[in-house]
């Protein structure tokens, strides 16, 4: 079978050859290809596959017209687990002798390869390729670095050099194969050109290729990211790019982490500070996207739990050893919301600062209040009970969708609660149009219409203390962040109980406990319950029954009853959350 597929290859090769060269490419196979020096990169991705086996053959073509090709290469390889594959071939180059001391005084050696998988199907992918070898590259380098060299010394303008470097890269670039990505789709839509070569102009020496190709991406990015520095949107879309943000040096900060927290909450700010910060190389560029996402998250963050995660994630730019300033919740809290003028010293500074108060008032507070912690534990997010009294609704109102639910006809004394509900985006349908406003509402459902109605920020970093709460499910924020709030508690010491239908007395108890979170009780007020069956409700529930039936957030049935054992539907669930939405409003 290989062998039959290896002529295949050939045959193949030599019809592309006789077809001028032109390229056959598979919807599951796709190959790039990358030259420096004498060694070319063949690589690519299998689509529609983990593994496979892929064959490269490379071929050079002494004479066109007697099709007189020649193997100079040939191997199997496995692909990776995501599919990756990658050769490394040595092409070989006659040099013309004298040396030509002009780019068009060279002449390529053609070959043309042929990868193709080995499972019995027609995938392959093949190419031509036109090899300038080193003497060729090295000219290149060497006329680019005379023009750097001539800004550099004075002895030329910006602009000459920059043209000079354009007139080089418009003659050898589609000979070079640098793979230069974010380049080549600046140059789909170019509109700064000139700009890009100033820039490249204006970097240090080209030792090899690899040189100019950083250059070139890093140009191009800076450059179209300042031609988005208004648009939001065109910016983050860049970041989602790995290739961009190589090319910018915010691959590997840690502020991407950050920067991925905190992107609902503030992502378009972030990506604006970023983009219209004054940077001019690749350390620049990193300082100013770290300066962007941590000063705005920070003005974001509401609960200790936030800073401390932001901190200890970005304890190396920050360069602080949070575990070592043993910071309470009440002190972390002193640095949500703060505004940093010019640069992030000034987090280390709050930091000193609060701990010189400490000491200043014989203090050593190790909670920052009720169930708070020590330490900042080791490398992750630690988790921490943040005061009521210290927390604060955050500012943001959720973006309003359009809503026209058709299966909400008898339930009039719900409707208003329903729209306005899924106008906010606190509650979701059930597709096609359907709100199913008779279905029971599950645990992590209620909760999240619960913390998305307060505005509750959720920390994603938040560790899970129940087993049945997955961190990569939907639910995962909402649930933990709720947790180390004490805002809910699971049906068992290690289970939340994800999937099951919520009680009506535990829908009270974790609405009150979301209001007192906020610091939205008088503590100090105690009521009755007055419903008919009180001795069907738990004792933990009792209290916060009754401050909801008193303050009309909650109703019994016609008989006088609660059914505190029962269950509530979304269209109750909708009814209360308006409720209390309406009531913090109040209070606030």
Known sequence: MKNRLISCLIVLAIVLLQCGMCVFASDDLSSNVEITGDKMRIYGNLTSREENEVLLRVMRVDDEADLDAKTIYIEQKSTETNGYYEFEVTLEDVAPEPLPTT?????????????????????????????????????????????KSALKSGSTSELDAAEDIKNVLDEAYSCLYLGAQGYEDYLENATDIETVMKYVANQPKVEALSDLKNQLNEAAMVTMLKDKKNDAEGVKQMIENEEYRKALGINDTTALITYEDF?????????????????????????????????????????????????????????????????????????????????????????????????????????GGSGGNKGGGSGGSMIGFVPPSAVEKPTTVPEKTSVDFKDIAGFEWAEESIKELAEKAIVNGKGENRFEPSANVTREEFLKMLVLALEITTDKNAISAFADVKASEWYAEYVNTAFSCKIVNGISADRFGIGESIKREDAAIIAYRALDSLALLNQEVEFECEFTDIDSISEYAYSAIAFMENNQLINGYEDGSFKAQGTITRAEAAVLIKRIIDFSNRVL
Do not use: H, W
């Open 263 to 367: 992107y609902n909450l503030c992502g378009d700010k972030m990506a604006l500070g970023y983009a219209q910060s004054d940077f001019n190389s690749i350390e620049e560029s990193t300082e100013a996207f770290e300066f962007a996402v941590i000063s705005e998250s920070l003005k974001e963050c509401v609960t200790a739990s936030q800073v401390r995660t932001l901190l200890t994630t970005n304890q190396g730019i920050l360069k602080i050893d949070v575990d070592s300033y043993e910071l309470t919740n009440s002190e972390l809290l002193k640095l949500s919301g703060l505004v940093l003028e010019a640069e992030l010293g000034e987090i280390k500074e709050k930091i000193l600062d609060i701990i010189a108060d400490r000491k200043s008032n014989n203090s050593s507070n190790n909670g």
């Open 103 to 147: 780019l068009d005084g060279f002449e390529p050696t053609k070959y043309v390869y042929s990868v193709g998988i080995l499972d019995g199907t027609s995938d392959y992918d093949s190419d031509e390729i036109e090899f300038y070898g080193e003497n060729y590259q090295n000219l290149v380098m060497k006329l680019i670095n005379e023009a």
